[in-house]
């Protein structure tokens, strides 16, 4: 679980490094696998420990803070800016232009 000063960092970088870009690859793999053409982002919310992630058409993508184990603000993977690993195995990938 993340300390409270990491919950912070992570939803201020996640502001930096996506509102206004193209978010153009959310992939999710766990026992199901999926990716996502997320799209511009356009609002960035946290409350209750969940962080919101808005695109154009009502698109929305959620973390609980709650749930994550590991975040790598710096993965070494070409492309992407953020890895997050939670429960249950779930490993998530960003990829931003």
Do not use: H
């Amino acid at each position: 679980m993340l300390t409270l000063t990491l919950k912070t960092e992570f939803v201020k970088f996640i502001r930096e490094k996506f509102l206004g870009k193209n978010l153009y690859s959310i992939d999710v793999l766990s026992v199901i696998e999926g990716i996502v053409d997320f799209g511009v982002v356009e609002n960035v919310d946290f409350a209750d420990d969940k962080v919101s992630i808005w695109g154009a058409d009502s698109r929305v993508f959620w973390i609980n803070l709650n749930e994550i184990i590991k975040v790598d603000f710096d993965p070494s993977e070409a492309d992407v800016c953020l890895q997050i690993e939670a429960k249950n195995k779930v490993e998530v990938r960003f990829m931003v232009e």
